[in-house]
């Protein structure tokens, strides 16, 4: 067992843990060698704090909460589900919430968006461009809530951070239990990677508790190189803050990067039809952003069979239900 700093209890966790197996089922007919795979349902951490930002929010806000602060600044795109939460988690423990957000899409009040503005939080939009400066706009609110006396607690874009890595090092620990229920012990453990803190927890945690399992990331952004870099350089922020000792030459980095598609937030159509046959067949529903991206990458090794001597592998849902709803057109679907 970990131990934790002061956590606020927030996710509505343990999240479920089952086999899709009507899906490995379905895609034995299409290829040899398909692993069994088993889903880890962090898109049900709870309805509107849906999905893997909330685990790491039981860390930050508690911090936030011990150290005084009022108000969060938070950033991340125009349909983060990070900024969402915060959002929502705001208005849930009294804090005031102002979001930073990147002009990447339409500002229509659909989506995470909706939550936000319903949930009442400050909104300032900038693009692409002026969010380059990003460490500049934090510091002029900072500077801005400072000067009539308040003091503001910042969380990084995706709450990715030294204390918000504790939400996956926990999360490692309830799926060490789910494997040890099921009598599994899955070789892979697949997921989203885009702030890179889902993945530094992830791979700290299992590296910690000398776990066989091995964290596969698959990119939605950037680059191997760039999560490489972030995720060691979360891990390092961690090992400082919290003065605990980590071999960093031991951990197992892994980052998949050739299922990013088109862009940071725009899908091929395969992973819009990836997301209609995933919900047919097992009532989940994936997201467009990430999870779809990722769990699309996935099967397609799968197919090139990089997961042929793996017995039993599990995908790691990471939410994102308000993106998809935001970009809603795009599945296509019509009632005759
Ligand atoms: C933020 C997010 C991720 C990626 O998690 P990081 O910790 O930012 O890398 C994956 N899936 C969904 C749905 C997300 O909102």
């Known amino acids: ?20 197996d009507r899906l490995c089922s379905h895609l034995r007919t299409k290829c040899d060698s398909v692993p069994r795979l088993w889903i880890k349902r962090d898109d049900s951490t709870g309805c509107l704090t849906s999905g893997n930002k909330v685990r790491k929010l039981e860390f930050l806000l508690a911090e936030a909460k011990n150290s005084g602060c009022k108000i969060i600044i938070t950033s991340g795109g125009v349909q983060s589900n990070h900024c969402r939460a915060v959002a929502v988690l705001g ?24 939550i936000d503005q319903l949930t009442g939080a400050e909104i300032s939009l900038y693009s692409a461009e002026e969010f380059k400066q990003l460490d500049q706009i934090f510091d002029h609110w900072e500077k801005h809530y400072s000067a009539s006396g308040a003091t503001s607690y910042i969380i990084p874009t995706g709450g990715s951070n030294a204390t ?5 090092m926990s999360a490692v620990e309830e799926l060490q239990q789910d494997f040890v229920r099921e009598n599994i ?8 990677t885009g702030s890179g803190g889902t993945q530094a927890g992830l791979t700290l945690g299992a590296s910690l508790l000398d776990l066989e399992i091995r964290v596969h990331a698959y990119a939605v952004c950037d680059n191997a190189d ?4 972030k995720v060691l350089q979360d891990i390092q922020d961690w090992v400082k803050k919290y003065s605990i000792a980590v071999d960093t030459k031991k951990l197992d980095i892994i980052t998949h990067d050739k299922y990013i598609g088109p862009g940071y937030g725009i899908a091929d159509p395969a992973v ?30 799968i197919k090139q069979g990089k997961f042929k001597d793996d ?7 990471t939410g994102g239900l308000f993106g998809l709803l935001a970009q809603q057109q795009l599945l296509d679907l019509q009632v005759d």
């Open 1 to 20: 067992m970990f131990v934790y700093p002061d956590r606020l209890n927030l996710a509505q966790t343990p999240t479920p843990f089952y086999a899709l």
């Open 91 to 114: 208005a849930q423990l009294g804090f005031k919430v102002h979001l930073l957000l990147r002009l990447d899409r339409n500002p229509e009040p659909i989506g995470n968006l909706l």
């Open 164 to 168: 918000g890595l504790w939400g996956y």
């Open 185 to 192: 012990a899955p070789s892979k453990l697949i997921h989203a």
């Open 226 to 229: 760039y999560f490489y870099r």
């Open 272 to 301: 819009f039809d990836l997301i209609k046959t995933v919900a047919k067949l097992e009532g989940v529903v994936l997201d467009p952003v990430y999870t779809g991206k990722a769990f699309y990458g996935m099967i397609e090794d």
């Open 311 to 317: 017995q039993d592998i599990v995908f790691l849902h």
